[in-house]
């Protein structure tokens, strides 16, 4: 019993750690917070953003996955688009 609690654990943590980084970014590209800002208000939120990706991406979790939960749970609402990493890609 015990061999299959840890791996379960371990899931349930790995899975937890995922949706703080898509929660951090959320809160970060929220719309009603973005329209507050100033002119370059948002430059800072735009470096918080790529840090929190960035760890993301360390803790091996994937970069485009994370974004598009982030932007999922900051209820923007538009027709799903692909995330590529080289122009005209789809």
């Known amino acids: 019993m ?4 840890v791996p379960v ?13 898509a929660t951090n970014i959320a ?8 329209a507050t800002l100033g002119k370059r208000g ?8 790529a840090y929190w990706l960035a760890e993301a991406e360390k803790a091996g979790e994937k970069p485009d996955k994370v974004a598009s939960d982030a932007v999922a ?7 799903r688009a692909s995330v590529s990493s080289a122009p005209g890609e789809y």
């Open 9 to 21: 654990l371990l899931l349930l943590a790995l899975s937890v750690i995922a949706r703080n980084y």
């Open 2 to 5: 015990k061999r299959l609690l």
């Open 73 to 79: 749970r900051a209820g923007y609402i538009f027709p």
């Open 42 to 49: 948002a430059n800072s939120r735009v470096q918080k953003c």
């Open 27 to 34: 809160a970060l590209i929220d719309p009603a917070k973005l």
